[in-house]
């Protein structure tokens, strides 16, 4: 008997749209054997040669520019993708994916990205007889995820639900489930244990992280304050594919200490979380929601304009974080960690609310439950 085949397109405009296809994927298979699934970052995959160039001045654009980012999300904010763009977009970017469609034969396809999401739509409204599910990686709507084409939204919050609700998307076409997060990120670990097996000291932890670009600054004030309190709270930096952000701050005296580790790209995110009291990250959408699967407390720093600030916006909101307003933030919350008791009944609190809001599984069940 075949498997069930899941087709997930995404695009590596930032991480998040790629691992929760990744996370999704993982989820289904861990829930049911029978299901197969392919993950393509589909620009990528039929433009290996554009796609990069895109890509690196996108990138260059949100860490030089970012103020210009969150003007183009504005401008464009209400605006879905009309039947020229769309011909565009597929014109110049997804030629061939009605031949990848055919050739991997999915039951379903689901869409984490608003291009590839336009590009199937479109195909869907010429004749393509393949459901199209789209999943919303952040807790915001913005005008290029809406298409009358998408059998099915998956979304995070009642507030995204309403904003598409808003844009014209029948109410029975949208499930709340929550963003998916990798398997690993299902359950807690002890965070002795954990510490213990990355080789990290038992003493309060802080996990710093710039999102999957590692988009962190050794000359960031903050970062470099936090290193005034490293002969008490052990810091973990990961800068993620940011290659000279790291061999910056591995030259600067500043992070040179033995309750300081400087990583680049991890695997260890889950654990890494697991093993630390407080995590401060830019408020990606995927990293905010596996730092509330871990029930552990956020400091948001240096939001993106545009999805981030509203992502920002949902966890402070629910509790789950406070923005990194000054060095008083850092000291309250530097302090509040060194408190055995005050930190662990914070952290219980948080898994409270996180039990009460969210639920890891959710995603990847109600998909295998579309299928069927």
């Known amino acids: 008997m075949r498997k069930k085949r899941v087709l997930l397109l995404s695009e590596g405009f930032g991480s998040g749209h790629t691992q929760a296809a990744y996370a999704l994927a993982a989820g289904l298979r861990q829930l ?4 197969q699934t392919r993950v393509l970052e589909l620009g990528k995959f039929l433009n290996p040669v554009l796609a990069p160039l895109i890509m690196s001045a996108y990138r260059k654009t949100v860490g030089k520019q970012p103020k210009l980012v969150g003007m183009m999300y504005r401008t464009n904010y209400k605006r879905s993708f009309n039947r020229f763009t769309q011909l565009a977009i597929h014109r110049i970017f997804y030629t061939q994916t009605e031949q990848v469609i055919q050739q991997l034969k999915p039951e379903i396809i689901v869409c984490t990205h608003p291009g590839p999401n336009a590009a199937v739509a479109r195909l869907k409204r010429l004749g393509l007889d393949v459901p199209l599910y789209t999943l919303i990686t952040d807790y ?7 298409s009358p084409e998408v059998n099915h939204y998956l979304v995070s919050t009642p507030v995204v639900k309403r904003k598409l609700m808003e844009r014209g998307i029948p109410p029975a076409r949208i499930e ?15 965070q002795a244990e954990a510490q213990r097996e990355l ?19 050794e000359e960031d004030e903050f970062i470099t304050y936090m290193t005034r309190w490293r002969e008490e ?9 940011n290659g000279k952000s790291r061999e910056a701050m591995l030259e600067d005296p500043r992070f040179v200490h033995p309750n300081i580790r400087v990583l680049g790209f991890t695997k260890e995110i889950s654990k890494l979380m697991d093993a630390s009291d407080l995590l401060v990250t830019k408020p990606g959408g995927m990293t905010c929601t596996e730092g509330m699967s871990k029930g552990i407390p956020m400091l ?13 916006e949902y966890f402070i909101r629910s509790g789950f974080g406070e923005m990194l307003h000054s060095s008083g933030t850092i000291d309250k919350w530097f302090r509040m960690i060194q408190q055995p ?28 439950r579309l299928m069927h």
């Open 32 to 35: 049911s054997p029978d299901v």
């Open 140 to 146: 915001d709507a913005h005008g290029t995820w809406a």
């Open 176 to 190: 709340v489930t929550g963003i998916p997060v990798h398997p690993q990120f299902w359950q807690v670990q002890n």
């Open 199 to 217: 080789g990290l000291k038992a003493m309060p932890t802080v996990l710093v992280m710039g999102g999957g670009w590692g988009l962190m600054e």
């Open 233 to 241: 709270v052990q810091l973990i930096f990961c800068t993620g594919t």
């Open 300 to 312: 948001f720093h240096k939001p993106i304009p545009g999805q981030e600030e509203e992502n920002l």
């Open 341 to 368: 008791y005050s930190s662990g009944e914070y952290r219980q609190t948080l898994m409270s609310k996180r039990n009460q809001q969210y639920d890891p599984l959710e995603c990847p069940t109600a998909v295998l």
